[in-house]
């Protein structure tokens, strides 16, 4: 979570919306469980929304389609996505086409939130593909992060005013 949260001040420092991702790849044998070899991170990315002027430049899509490329299949078994705001319906139906096992996120997301908050595409049973999902990871740091980038954009504004 740490480097995520290393990526959302990359985000910040480029104006974007403070949001990190990160994907580690963790090879398992399928039949017992246990690692094949050590977590690697496969791919890291920050928010680049307003960058590119792509509604897609969220972190954690970014990251995921990193991942997807250096491993050369779009099949993410074996990789936890690190993130610092909860996933949007968008970034959790990736999540969930991608077939990653596990989402570790920050803070809660009450406006999008889509791994628990809103909703819980993450285990909804109607999908072929569910993966577990770990809310709240240095949430007050991620949390702060947002909550200082928005104070510091209405600030400015009102100055401007």
Not at 68 to 82: F, I
Not at 113 to 125: C, F, H, I, P, R
Not at 128 to 153: I, M, W, Y
Request: glycine residues 6%; hydrophobic residues 40%; neutral net charge.
């Amino acid at each position: 979570m740490r480097m995520a949260i290393e990526e959302a001040h990359r985000a910040a420092a480029l104006d974007e919306v403070p949001i990190g991702a990160v994907v580690v790849y963790e090879p398992t044998d399928p039949a017992t469980r246990r690692p094949l070899a050590e977590p690697q991170v496969i791919a890291r990315a920050c928010n680049l929304r307003e960058t590119t002027q792509d509604p897609a430049g969220h972190a954690e899509f970014l990251a995921l389609k990193q991942a997807a490329e250096r491993r050369g299949v779009w099949r993410l078994a074996g990789c936890t996505v690190y993130v610092t705001l909860e996933p949007c319906v968008m970034c959790a139906g990736l999540m969930h086409q991608a077939r990653v096992d596990r989402c570790v996120y920050g803070a809660a997301d009450p406006k999008a939130g889509s791994l628990g908050t809103l909703y819980a595409v993450n285990e909804d049973k109607r999908l072929n593909h569910t993966f577990e999902a770990v809310p709240g990871v240095l949430a007050d740091e991620c949390a702060e992060l947002l909550r200082s980038f928005f104070a510091a954009k209405r600030k400015k504004r009102t100055e401007q005013a």
